[in-house]
Every structure is written in structure tokens, then in C-alpha cells.
């Protein structure tokens, strides 16, 4: 069964017609890749996915605990209760907060539930100290995870620009999510980063069991991780399926490639 | 090497000129009323000789600091400073200052890079952290004593204690106001409006229904945060410019109302013979009031007038310590972490499922509400107010003191307050020149700490806490 089916989905603005029609499906514990040249509308079936935009037409459903419709939610609801994580394609971390801090700001939902609308939290209860301590524990061992323990108490935004993409997804996948959306997570990377990355995105897959929807230019990160590929180009999929066949797929070469005659199609 | 001196001096000599050719007007001449035969000028070409050559001097030494000529414009500040304070014959004190002020400043001039890399080498270092993380905790420990021991200090005349009542009014509101500007981030230019919804709702409730000041203390604060909850809702959308001008015309409504609604707040009149706060039920007057113990009778003590003040002081800096140790906590709540969150980027919130709605009508609300406090403080402290005590420039000071503290900065607000509120009554004496003192100092805090005087942020939890020892 699939864990997000979007149907149908169009987005308009004025007269630009940005997603046009697009329907497909991504299923849990699998990395589903968006790929496309640029201004394809990548990012815009993201927006509407996780919230940011209202789509104009189609359906967009995640299934979790029930069903959520989440072009019928609010953007954080996106986030709160169908529990849908994002990052971003310009890195968008607390800047003067520290590493932790931001890890602990993802938790907020679940650590405002058990500071009782803050009372408990303002009297120091024990219920509420102990989730604090649960949550740092969390935000430590992925801080273990992404190399960054030593650097917890500085601001994020000091930090190397590769670090902050991975604590930007450190940070998404502190918020527990089904779904984890990455815009770009590897533009900017060097190859060696760009591996790390890698092996950190089917960790999430593998061992959480998290299901992740992944934009990305870098080919060698689609091919070599991904399980299935949806390619867009004009607002439109032209193909869909696993990589090797959308690799070979005539029409994905001629929208990377232009036809031979310079003419797109 | 010359050539450079030369350039030195004749900007130096510009400078002059120019203060000279703006002095005339305003230094040189004052007129005197002398009755029939209309105004003669009175002429003070001394002070202007004396003000515009410290003027050269000053200039002088600030570009030799500059160009790191130090010990020259050491020399130059130090030979200004003495002139300054030594006991010559000036035609005003306000010289005096005058001159002893751009002595300082050179020489503050002179030290202060040399400072500023001696204080960021340490901050950077590990045993810099721990100190500085010891500083900031003993310096927050010795003002506390300092400020609960003040009123028995033996310099502590009735001035004294009601400029440091007045004072610390104003950290309370600071504090308060820092929850929205300082953490929040939403830039609040009517914050004095909640200040006169809670003064209202004291004088009203007393002089109506006969409430007291502890009873009613929680009520104003409730009904401050209401109207914070009022603001609130329509601004949700707004930022920056446009939130500051819609909470400034938010303030003025709040203004204009008390103004005109008199039926309700008596108007331009304001409101008379607001009882002050009691004591377990005592009140502090020469003679109570029929069926009332006064405080003296009740302690067995002699009456003095001094008494209400040094209750009233105590009363303000409880309600200031309250307010601090709230935001000491809610900061390292999830609340706070969200307000600071939403300051940072609002959209990365919305992707991280915190609703903002709600979290920036909390930090409305709570800010409110410890307004909403001082307000009714003020009130009983005062015994008469009216919409006279709540207009734009008592928003902009309490924003200047958050700012100037440094956004966030618990203790930066103290420093401020003390600054901003103390100097300018300080230097009463100086008469109309306590403004000009006023305004250089708010010049040099923003040339020399243009984030406020205390821009370090403090984690509000750390994973590698900060121990002593090597």
C-alpha cells in the first residue's frame, strides 16, 4: 500500500500552469526520487505536498494512522498531525540557536504535551524533566549519528555548509515523520559528503523505516540509492518506474538532452 | 609620517570650524529678557573658545587612536581629562564634563581595540567560557544583594529610592517587553498600552469596588493579556515594518480612549486617591483610615515617610525578580524555544508541524500580562494617573532598553534601564545640557555595541555543560 498517492495535482499560478496533472505514488521504506531539469516544477509538487501552497486541483493522501487529505490541512498541520518533514533546497536552520537547540525545537509538539501547556514545565515537574531528558537523548544520539556531538553548543549557523544540510535532516527526522521530503539535500555537497549523505539516506530508510521523497539534480545520489523515479519536465511526468529503466526511457533523454535537431519536444 | 599629522590637523581644524560655525548660534549667544527696549544678548564667546578648541583636541586624538598612534592620543585624553577635572576657573561645570568627557572618550578610544581582542581571545578560549559563564552568574548574584540591601544603604535618601523604584519599574516593563521584541522577535512599539490597561484596571477596581493591590494585581495582569490576546489576533499576519506600526497605532487607540471615554476613566482628569498597596491588611499612612491598622502601629515602630517608599521598592523589584525567573524558565521550555524558533525563521516552524499562530499569541499575551503588573504598580505607587503617563515615548524608551540591553540579555536590560533612566536624572544638575549627556551616550552604545551592551546569547540547554576546573 502506498504511503503518499498524489492525484491529479495541478498548481496554477495566474496564467502559469506550474504542476500540471501529475499523478504518482511513493511507498514506505523506499526512496522515491523527483528528478527534472530545472523549473520542471519539482519544488512546487513539494510545496503543495508538505503544505505551502494549496494545491488548485487533485488530491494528495498520506496514509498513516488513518487517512490525511493534506491539501484540505493547514501548513504546520502538515507537519503536527500527518506528520510530514521537509528540508530545504536553501538551507533554512535557527541560525542562532544552538546545534541542540534545534534538534529539540523539532520535538516541540511532543515535548508541549508533556510540559502541560508549559505549567508543568514552568514548575519543574518530574514528568516533564524526563521528557526534556528523553529529548536531548534523542537529539544526541543523532547528533552521533551525523558526526556533529561536538559541535552541539555552538550555533547551527556557524557551522560548514555540509554540516547543515545533514543537521537540517536531523532535524526533520527529529519530528518523528512518516514522510521525509528532501529538497536537494545533496547541491553544494562534495563527493565525499555527497556519499556520506548517501549511506545517511538509506540508513533513514532501512533502519527507521521512514519513507522518503527526494528531490535531486545529482544523478549518481538518484541511481545509486533510489527505488523508484518519477521524472518531470514542464509541470508534466514524462515517465515513471526504477531507475535503470527511467535512465534508458527515450523521452527522459531527450528532456535532459534536448532532440537531436535542438528543437525540445 | 608628516604629511599624515598635517592631514590630521587640518580635519581636526574642520572639525573645529564646523562646531564653531554651529556653536555661534546656540552657545554664543542667549538672549536676556530685560523688560522694556525688547531682548539684549548675553555673549559666551568663552565657553565657545573652550568648547570648540576641546572640540580640535578631541578630534585630534580620536584620528591618532584611529591610525593606532596610541600612546600620543593616550597622552592627549589624559591631558584633556585632567583639564577637566582640575579645579580652573571655567565659566560653567558643564565645561568641566565637557572637557572630562572627550578626555575619557580618547582615551576609551585608545584602549578600546586593544580591549575588544583581549576580551575575544578570552571569550573563544575554553577557560574564557567557563569564566565568562562564572562572571555573568556572580555579577547577577551581586546586583541582586546590592539591590535588596539598597534601601538600608546610609546614601539612600528619599532621591535615591525613588529613582531606583523608577528604575526598576522600567527593567520590570523591559523584561517583559523582551519576551515579545527580545525572544518572539515581533517588534512591539505599543507595549505601553497594556502598562495603562493593568494601571486602569487597579485604579478603577480600587477606587470602585474597593479592592486591594494584591487582589487585584493578578486581575490587571489577566486583563493586560487579554488585550494582548486583542493585538494579537489581527497583527498574526504581520511582520516587521508593518507589525511595529499597527501595535504603535494599537497604542495610541488604547490612549485615545482613556482619553475620551470619560464616563469610564474620567478622562483628561485621570483618576485621584488610588489607595497604595498594604501590608497583611496595614496600610502605610500617618493615620489610618476608620477601621485600618497602619503599618507602624502594627510593627510597634516610630512613623517616617520613608517607610511606603522602601515597601513600594520592594514590592517593584519582587515583581521584577518574578518576571526574570519567568523568563528564565519559559525560556528553556518548549514555549520558549518556539518563540526564539519563530524569530529565526517562520517557515522552517510551519515545516517543523509549531503552529505560529498560537505560539505568537502566547508571547503577546505573557508579555502583556507582566505589563499589565507594573502597570498596577504604578497606579498604587502613583495614587493618580492619566492617559498623560501612557504615550508613545514611554513605548520607545522601554524598546531602547531592550535594544540597547541587548536582545534577549536579561542583565543588558538592567545596564540599560540604569542607563537610560538613571543618567539622565543623574546629571538633573547639568539642567538643559542632561539631554545632550543622554543622547552621546546613546551614540557611543551604538558606535561601539551596535547589538547592545550584551549581545552574547546563553544556550538555553547545553549538551557539554560548562564545568570549572581544567
Partial sequence: MPLIEVEHLTMRFGGLVAVDDVSFTARPREITAIIGPNGAGKTTVFNCITGFYKPTAGRLTLRG???????????HEVGQKARVARTFQNIRLFPGMTVLENLLVAQHNKLMRASGMSIYGLLGLKSYRAAEAAAIDKARAWLERIRLAADADRPAGELPYGAQRRLEIARAM?????????????????????????????SIRDADGVGVLLIEHDMSVVMKISNHVVVLDYGRKIAEGAPEAVRNDPSVIRAYLGTEDGADA | MDARLSQMIKDAALTALVAAALGVFIVGFRTIDVGKGGPTFDYQFVDLAVAVVTIFFGRLGLQLASVGLKWPAFALGTILGAIGAAPIELPS??????????????ILRTIWPWANEAMASARHSPRGVIYGAHAAKWFGAGLLVAAVALPFAPFADQKMMDLAVLILTYVMLGWGLNIVVGLAGLLDLGYVAFYAVGAYSYALLSTQHGLGFWS?????????AAFGLLLGFPVLRLRGDYLAIVTLGFGEIIRLVLLNWVDLSNGPAGIGSIPGPTLFGAVFAETA?????????????PFSGSQRLIYLYYIILLLALVTNLFTHRIRRLPVGRAWEALREDETACKALGINPTNTKLTAFA???????????????KQRFISPESFTFIESAIILAIVVMGGMGSQIGVVLAAVLLIGLPEWFRDLGAYRMV??????????????RGLIAHREPSVRLHPVRAGP
Avoid at chain 1, 176 to 202: H, K, T
Avoid at chain 2, 437 to 450: K, S, T
Wanted: charge should be negative; proline fraction near 6%; glycine fraction near 8%.
Fill in chain 2, 289 to 301: 483610615p476608620a477601621g485600618k491598622t497602619t503599618f507602624a502601629e502594627m510593627a510597634g515602630i
Fill in chain 2, 437 to 450: 549627556v543622554f543622547g552621546l551616550a546613546m551614540v557611543l552604545i551604538m558606535v561601539f555595541r551596535p
Fill in chain 2, 93 to 106: 561645570t558643564f565645561l568641566h564634563w565637557f572637557v572630562l568627557l572627550a578626555g575619557i572618550l580618547i
Fill in chain 2, 366 to 380: 505573557v508579555g502583556a500580562m507582566f505589563a499589565g503588573f507594573a502597570g498596577s504598580f504604578f497606579a498604587a
Fill in chain 1, 65 to 75: 494512522d488513518r487517512e490525511y487529505l493534506l491539501e484540505r490541512m493547514l501548513d
Fill in chain 1, 174 to 202: 527529529c519530528t518523528d515523520p512518516r514522510l521525509l521530503c528532501l529538497d536537494e539535500p545533496a547541491a553544494g555537497l562534495n563527493p565525499r559528503e555527497s556519499a556520506e549523505l548517501n549511506d545517511l539516506l538509506v
Fill in chain 2, 216 to 224: 487585584v494585581l493578578p486581575l490587571s495582569g489577566m486583563m493586560a
